[in-house]
Structure formats: C-alpha cells, structure tokens
C-alpha cells in the first residue's frame, strides 16, 4: 500500500507539472534514474508512476529515447458555451427524440454512445452473480417475502457507512430505499409538489428529471450552468421567488460533467433554506470521481432536512437491478407513506445483494479501478474527437462520471444527424434532448463508458467524417 502511494504521489507531482506548462507539449521528462535520484524511490515505483502517466495519455515513450509530454495532455477545443436563461411561452417536449434513442438500446452491432449506461464488459458481474447466489441461499424464504416499506436495514446500514467517506453522516433510519435514482426522484417531486407548481434544473439537464416533472403538471426554470462550476447562483436568486422546488446535479451533472465547488454549495443550501424550497438533489455520479476525494453533496450541509440526497449503484454496479436510495430529511414520513401505497414495498433480493457487495469490500476496489479507465477513457475520448472532429468544435471537461458533452458548428442539426449516424451502426444523444426550449440542436453527448479499442477509435473516427460532411 505504502509503495502503491508513493508511485501516485510522484505520478501527481509530474501530472501537475505538465497541467501547469512546467513541462510543455513535447518536452522530455527525466529519465528513471533521476527521478529515482529526487525521490530515494526504487526504479519499479518510478517505472509505475510513469506507466500511471502513459495510461491517462499525458506522457508517451519513445524507443531509445525517453519519455515525453503527449500531444494528447493539453486541450485544443474550448469549453462549451454558457445557455442563457430563456422564457418560452410554448415548450417543446422532445418526447419523440428520447424514444428514437432509447430504441437503439438493444439493437445489435450498435457502437452505443447514447444513453448512460456502462458496458457490461467493465461491471463486475461475476462477482456481483456470487452476492446473488451467496444472498438467496442465505435469506429468509429466498427473498420472496415482503420488507418494510422504509427498505432492507441491511443496506441502509451499508450506504450509511458508506456515506462516511464524504462526511456525510447519514444513519440508517435517514434513508429510505427506491427503485434507482429516478425512482427516488419522482416520490420527492411527489411529496413536495402539486400540479402547477415550478421547479428548477440546471441546463443542459438530463432528460429524465424534465420527463417526470411534466407527468407531474409542473412549471420547469431551466438555470444556466458553467461547464466547470455548474448552476449559475446569480441566475437563480433572481428566480428565486418563482421556485417551488429545486432539483440539481451538483457533483458531475450530466450531460455536462461540472462540479460545483463546496462554497456554492452551501450558498445554495442557505438561500434555499432561508425559502423553504426543498432541494433534490441528485447525486448518481458523485463516486465516479477524477480527482482524489470524494465531492460532498450538498446534504452535509443541510441543517433543517430540505435537502433530499438521491442515489444509486446504476452507474457503477448493476443498471438493472434497480437499487438506489434517498435521504429526504424532514419529508421522510411522507416518503414512505407514498411509497407503501405505490408498491408496498421494492424488492429484497437485489438490495441484499447491494449490500452483501458492499459490506465485504468489493466496491472500492471495483471503483477505484472503474474510475481509473473512466478518466482514462475520457482523456482517449477527448483527443479522438480533437483530432477527428471540425476545429470548431467544443468539448466538455467532465471532473468525474461518464458522458461528455459536444458542441459542434451552428449549421449542425444532431437530430438528423442521429439518423445519419446509425445507418453506420453509431447512437449518441442529440442536443435537444436536454432541454424543453428549442436550444442545443447542434449538441450532442457521447457515453464514454465503453471498452477503448481500435473499432472505438475508428467509429469515433467516422463520426467526426459525418459530421464534417454535414457542414
């Protein structure tokens, strides 16, 4: 463990030093004996370190020569553009663009870019079928009978543990399990609001949380986002007397990837606090981190139980056993008293699963690997895309999850350039998608939780070519 943290440690200090233009594009580094040297380390944990480097595409080696900064370290696209906030009269429910795109899912030989679903290939599903079998020899009646209402102890225990890794300090009683995060979203819409009422989402947003707020005869207020620091605070004071309810992604939104910093997030909390305006905020991608630690959600900072913390293991476990869980502070009685009436209960067995996975310390291990080729994806996925796509294209900087976000030249309409797309076997998620107003039509997100191969390469490739072709 001490040599796994010295390799990382020298590998961050290098890292930082490329980020910071101490050593440029093209640079050579020094060599493995004089890092060796610097640090009093073995050449083994230099070796790792910059093996470390060459994974996430930042340093590359030459035959005979050394090692070098990549041409791949530094950015050549900017950063998307920040929306402004736009009254409609008339939204447009882009309902017949989302089911276009959920009918890809399971169509063969697809390159699927669309939607947010991990592939299997990087899941840990063999360990994953020994918890399944493993829970139903051990459960009372094999899991068939019925849990109370509030969810299995076994896992609320479990995720309360698990919450200590953010200082969350989240206790088993808090929580309430659901079927997955949207699941969980849609009973705190329910216990909060009633038609008529407006809620507010961050733009672009992902297309669930707009679908259900419609189901639910609400009012949407799309608020501007940055692609690094997300909600735009300013935005929603003005707002703020409009709003009924909040519902915000503030650790890697999706489709954009953005972190809000922790002092917005407690501003956010305190002017939402000082409204009585719940706030539902959904974390599904929080431990889906680049960075060292684990970014607090806005819960921790939540004193009078406005904030309902919604989650899952859909990105990082298992999609379909549809497992998540909320915190919804003061309105938890509400919560349960809807949630025996929808389904009397969700079922056991997969909760139990979750938990037996978790409580026996498989998942951190499983993260911190699927982290590590989530970043280094994203680092692969951003340099096809530079090299393939019009120069004037505009990519994303997620600091965590899986998707990122394109903004291509103003004549690109991704809709039909869906259509396009899969007559050569390629699905991403157009634009406009993320938003009811008539905006992001020339935007797309691509999943970059995949296997990086050479078909990738090459299909991401011929994706670039489609889109050149249709300027």
């Given at each position: 463990m001490k040599n796994n943290a010295l390799y990382l440690r020298i590998a961050k200090i290098i890292e930082e030093q490329i980020n910071n233009e101490t050593f440029r594009l093209g640079d050579k580094l020094p060599s493995l004996r004089t890092i060796q040297r610097i640090h009093n380390v073995s050449i083994n944990t230099v070796k790792q370190a910059y093996l470390e480097l060459e994974s996430k595409s930042l340093i590359e080696s030459r035959t005979r020569s050394g090692y070098f900064v990549s041409k791949s370290s530094k950015r050549k696209f900017s950063l998307p553009s920040v929306s402004s906030l736009q009254s409609s009269a008339v939204q447009k429910d882009p309902v017949d663009l989302i089911d276009k795109v959920f009918g890809s899912l399971k169509k063969a030989n697809i390159t699927q870019l669309s939607l947010g679903v991990p592939s299997p290939?990087?899941?840990?599903?063999?360990?994953?079928?020994?918890?399944?079998?493993k829970t139903v020899q051990t459960l009372e009646d094999g899991g068939t009978s019925y849990e109370p209402a509030q969810g299995s102890s076994n896992l609320r225990r479990t995720i309360s543990k698990w919450s200590m890794v953010f200082g969350g300090g989240i206790t088993a009683d808090d929580l309430v399990t659901t079927s997955g995060t949207m699941n969980a979203i849609f009973n705190c819409l329910l216990a909060v609001t009633k038609p008529g009422d407006t809620m507010a989402v961050e733009i672009p947003v992902y297309f669930g949380t707009i679908q259900i707020a419609k189901s639910l005869g609400l009012n949407v207020i799309e608020i501007p986002s940055h692609p690094i620091t997300g909600i735009n605070l300013d935005v929603l004071k003005d707002n703020i007397l409009k709003i009924d309810v909040c519902c915000f992604t503030t650790n890697f939104s999706n489709p954009l990837g953005c972190l809000m910093p922790d002092a917005n997030k407690k501003e956010l909390v305190k002017l939402l606090t000082k409204h009585n305006i719940p706030l539902i905020e959904d974390d599904l991608y929080?431990?889906?981190f680049f960075g060292t630690d684990r970014p607090k959600p806005c819960k921790v900072f939540d004193e009078e139980g406005i904030v309902m913390w919604c989650s899952s293991v859909s990105k990082t476990l298992a999609p379909g056993y549809r497992v998540g869980w909320v915190a919804p502070g003061k309105y938890k009685d509400k919560i349960i008293r809807q949630k025996l009436l929808q389904t009397i209960s969700t079922p056991l067995l997969y909760q139990e699963v979750i938990a037996d996975f978790m409580e026996n310390g498989r998942y951190e291990h499983h993260l911190r690997s699927f982290r590590k080729r989530l970043y280094t994806n994203c680092l692969h996925f951003q340099r096809s895309v530079e090299e393939y796509f019009p120069d004037n294209t505009k990519i994303s900087q997620p600091q965590g999850g899986f998707v990122l976000w394109l903004e291509l030249d103003?004549?690109?309409?991704?809709?039909?350039l869906y259509d396009t797309a899969m007559l050569s076997n390629i699905s991403f998620a157009p634009g406009r998608?993320?938003?009811?107003?008539?905006?992001?039509?020339?935007?797309?997100?691509?999943?970059f939780a995949q296997e990086w191969d050479d078909k990738m390469n090459n299909d991401l490739k011929l994706l670039g070519e489609i889109v050149k072709n249709s300027i």
């Amino acid at each position: 463990m001490k040599n796994n943290a010295l390799y990382l440690r020298i590998a961050k200090i290098i890292e930082e030093q490329i980020n910071n233009e101490t050593f440029r594009l093209g640079d050579k580094l020094p060599s493995l004996r004089t890092i060796q040297r610097i640090h009093n380390v073995s050449i083994n944990t230099v070796k790792q370190a910059y093996l470390e480097l060459e994974s996430k595409s930042l340093i590359e080696s030459r035959t005979r020569s050394g090692y070098f900064v990549s041409k791949s370290s530094k950015r050549k696209f900017s950063l998307p553009s920040v929306s402004s906030l736009q009254s409609s009269a008339v939204q447009k429910d882009p309902v017949d663009l989302i089911d276009k795109v959920f009918g890809s899912l399971k169509k063969a030989n697809i390159t699927q870019l669309s939607l947010g679903v991990p592939s299997p290939s990087l899941l840990p599903i063999a360990k994953l079928n020994k918890s399944l079998i493993k829970t139903v020899q051990t459960l009372e009646d094999g899991g068939t009978s019925y849990e109370p209402a509030q969810g299995s102890s076994n896992l609320r225990r479990t995720i309360s543990k698990w919450s200590m890794v953010f200082g969350g300090g989240i206790t088993a009683d808090d929580l309430v399990t659901t079927s997955g995060t949207m699941n969980a979203i849609f009973n705190c819409l329910l216990a909060v609001t009633k038609p008529g009422d407006t809620m507010a989402v961050e733009i672009p947003v992902y297309f669930g949380t707009i679908q259900i707020a419609k189901s639910l005869g609400l009012n949407v207020i799309e608020i501007p986002s940055h692609p690094i620091t997300g909600i735009n605070l300013d935005v929603l004071k003005d707002n703020i007397l409009k709003i009924d309810v909040c519902c915000f992604t503030t650790n890697f939104s999706n489709p954009l990837g953005c972190l809000m910093p922790d002092a917005n997030k407690k501003e956010l909390v305190k002017l939402l606090t000082k409204h009585n305006i719940p706030l539902i905020e959904d974390d599904l991608y929080g431990n889906l981190f680049f960075g060292t630690d684990r970014p607090k959600p806005c819960k921790v900072f939540d004193e009078e139980g406005i904030v309902m913390w919604c989650s899952s293991v859909s990105k990082t476990l298992a999609p379909g056993y549809r497992v998540g869980w909320v915190a919804p502070g003061k309105y938890k009685d509400k919560i349960i008293r809807q949630k025996l009436l929808q389904t009397i209960s969700t079922p056991l067995l997969y909760q139990e699963v979750i938990a037996d996975f978790m409580e026996n310390g498989r998942y951190e291990h499983h993260l911190r690997s699927f982290r590590k080729r989530l970043y280094t994806n994203c680092l692969h996925f951003q340099r096809s895309v530079e090299e393939y796509f019009p120069d004037n294209t505009k990519i994303s900087q997620p600091q965590g999850g899986f998707v990122l976000w394109l903004e291509l030249d103003e004549r690109v309409d991704t809709a039909q350039l869906y259509d396009t797309a899969m007559l050569s076997n390629i699905s991403f998620a157009p634009g406009r998608m993320f938003t009811l107003q008539n905006r992001y039509n020339n935007c797309m997100r691509l999943n970059f939780a995949q296997e990086w191969d050479d078909k990738m390469n090459n299909d991401l490739k011929l994706l670039g070519e489609i889109v050149k072709n249709s300027i």
